[in-house]
């Protein structure tokens, strides 16, 4: 099981910083391979999907109740429940990604 976090940005963002911003969230040691976090332990902490453009009017709007004006681009971030460390790193990284591409971060949670 998941928390899924979702970073809407009007430019693309871009995957390749992702361990630059693993470095500046965390304290720890943490390895990225791709778009996946791991602790020290090999736990996955961490999944960010690829960046998805969505263009169909009114779809942010139906599938998160965000009155978002499209075209979007649209990036998943899937932190793990346990720890607790892997839901700062995905709302850090979130945070990160919609701050550097005009964006705005939508979480289950509401955080």
């Known amino acids: 099981m998941s928390r899924e976090m979702v970073v809407l940005s009007r430019q ?10 693993v470095a500046s969230a965390s ?5 990225v391979g791709g778009p996946y976090v791991f602790d020290a332990q ?10 998805v453009l969505v263009t169909v009017p009114g779809e942010v709007q139906r ?13 998943e971030l ?3 429940t346990d720890p607790a460390e892997a839901e700062r790193i995905a709302r850090h990284c979130a945070d990160a990604f919609a701050a550097q591409h005009d964006g705005t971060v939508w979480s ?3 955080k």
């Open 12 to 21: 693309q963002p871009d995957l390749a910083v992702l361990p630059e911003l």
């Open 42 to 51: 090999d736990r996955l902490l961490l999944h960010v999907r690829e960046p």
């Open 27 to 31: 304290g720890t040691d943490l390895k």
């Open 63 to 75: 599938l998160l109740g965000l009155p978002i004006e499209e075209p979007v681009w649209w990036v």
């Open 108 to 110: 289950e949670s509401g």
């Open 78 to 80: 899937h932190a793990a």
